[in-house]
């Protein structure tokens, strides 16, 4: 049977076919959803292999996130960590 996106799940139209290994200098991921959040999507890792199955080290000076701001620049969480 085919499978069905979740419900009231917006499908993004994609031009192109994505190859099973791409390469290149920038991988841009678009989270969709927030899960109802108004702040944050979940996300609490990610990890990028090479064609070796090797893991990619990511760090502040090759990954980034936009906007850029903390659970602290929330009204009412200004001493919170995160």
Do not use: E, M
Request: aromatic share 8%; net charge neutral.
């Amino acid at each position: 049977p085919a499978v069905r996106p979740p419900p009231n799940s917006c499908p993004i139209p994609q031009q192109y076919v994505t190859p099973l290994f791409p390469s290149g200098h920038i991988i841009k991921f678009l989270l969709t959803s927030t899960w109802s959040d108004p702040h944050y999507i979940g996300l609490n890792g990610l990890q990028i292999f090479d064609a070796y199955d090797r893991p990619i080290p990511l760090h502040t000076g090759n990954a980034s996130a936009a906007p850029l701001s903390s659970v602290a620049s929330l009204p009412g969480s200004s001493s919170d960590p995160r």
